[in-house]
């Protein structure tokens, strides 16, 4: 493919996506995954100049443009090697004409911006949640251990005790080490979110909102194996995803319980009051996750936050219960945005006596509220809200 004909078909795939967010439908990922299995003429170059291009177009606009064309004109202009191409050839973009705009650039729709800038979150830390997400490993200690595992390729160590750090796009998943089970791929952020529960050998522990089980997994090799953890979700297709991994990683002490959306606690009655801790690893906006996933921001509005942050404080609730006298709960979302982390947390003290905020010491992060956030600009890991609290 000629360089005009990528940029034309990276504005094609970009009027798909945006389409797609505007109904909150497949990812940009998926988008693209299905158009290179369907146009096989693309070659692996044609395919990471369009993909590299689709997505630096997703990060040069801020809210939803209006066409792929208008946000490949807003890309030419932060990008000088690309305005050249539309120079009308045979598959590439016509001409440009004047009366044509560019999408506007920044680093979310308005009101988003807004509720981030509220959140402590502008300027250089609003720019970085739209940098490059590294790749983070979390060594499995049921397999392997950091000092001594061999990678075919030299990793950094993180500030996670297991975690280590590789280029983003290493094909980790093709390695010998993946399919034995003794990596797993977790942001250093979402580590550090299970260090936050200490989770000890032969505790019972919740994990409420398990999804395909990454944080289960982490909170297994802590408890080397002994004693139980619980990990429910109410998305049936993600959580099925969890016990082939648990085979693989060798965790032999997870359940799993499928809950009903709105009767959450009717599958973990049994475990009322029981728990030595409960993570609640929200459901959230994603606002921590855009290195990884840009376009969520097109997909968010202000309905689906409020949306968002009801349902998390009714499981805060759900989970309050689960947790036993002198138990612990921890409160986990991956957005930067305080309605869902410190001013959730707040909130949630303030109608639970039975709660105080407990300490929790991590070796990044800094303090918001009664926990600990953790941004991109700061710490180069996704964004995260965590907090800790003990029942009396
Ligand atoms: C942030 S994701 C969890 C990610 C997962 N813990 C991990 O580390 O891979 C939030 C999860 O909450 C689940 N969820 C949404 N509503 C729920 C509810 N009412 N009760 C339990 N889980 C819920 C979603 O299906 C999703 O899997």
């Known amino acids: 493919m000629t360089p005009a004909a990528r940029v034309q078909t990276a504005i094609e ?40 291009l689709v997505f630096a177009a997703i990060r040069a606009c801020g809210p939803v443009p209006e066409s792929g064309r208008a946000a490949m004109l807003r890309l030419a202009q932060v990008d000088g090697s690309i305005l050249p191409l539309f120079d009308g050839s045979n598959y590439g973009p016509k001409v ?38 590294p790749l ?80 289960t997994l982490a909170l297994s090799a802590a408890m080397d194996n002994l004693g139980r953890v619980i990990a429910s979700d109410t998305d049936r297709s993600r959580l099925s995803r969890l016990m082939p991994r648990a085979e693989r990683a060798g965790a032999t002490n997870i359940e799993t319980r499928l809950l009903d959306p709105g009767k959450e606690l009717d599958a973990l009655a049994d475990l009322e009051g029981k728990a030595d801790a409960v993570l609640v690893d929200a459901p959230c906006s994603g606002t921590g996750t855009w290195r990884r996933n840009p376009e969520a921001r097109w997909r968010l509005d202000e309905k689906e936050l409020a949306r968002l942050v009801d349902i998390q404080a009714r499981l805060l ?38 709660f105080a905020p407990h300490a929790t010491s991590l070796p990044l992060g800094a303090p918001r509220g009664q926990g600990i956030r953790l941004t991109p600009k700061a710490d180069d890991t996704d964004g995260f809200f965590i907090a800790c609290a003990g029942r009396a």
């Open 96 to 133: 440009i004409e004047e009366s044509e705009e560019a999408a506007a650039g920044g680093t979310a729709p308005d009101w988003l911006a807004k509720e981030l800038a509220v959140s402590g979150i502008e300027g250089v830390d609003a720019e970085a949640m739209l940098g490059r997400a």
């Open 136 to 215: 983070d490993l979390r060594v499995n200690t049921l397999k392997a251990q950091r000092a001594t595992i061999q990678l075919p390729v030299a990793a950094e160590t993180t500030a996670a005790p297991n975690g280590l750090r590789l280029p983003s796009g290493t094909p980790v998943e093709q390695w010998e080490e993946f399919r034995e089970g003794k990596i797993e791929v977790q942001d250093t952020g979402s580590q550090l979110a299970c260090e936050a529960v200490a989770a000890q050998p032969g505790e019972t522990v919740i994990d409420v909102c398990a999804g395909g089980g990454g944080k």
């Open 317 to 354: 609730d759900i989970a309050a219960r689960l947790v036993r006298p002198g138990g612990r709960l921890v409160y986990v979302t991956c957005s930067l945005l305080d309605a869902e982390g410190a001013g959730q947390f707040d909130a949630f003290l303030s109608r639970s006596p039975d």
């Open 13 to 52: 795939l970009l009027d798909k996506v945006i389409a797609s967010a505007r109904a909150k439908g497949a990812p940009a990922d998926r988008i693209l995954a299905d158009w290179f299995k369907s146009n096989r003429f693309a070659g692996s170059k044609d395919r990471r100049a369009i993909r590299d």
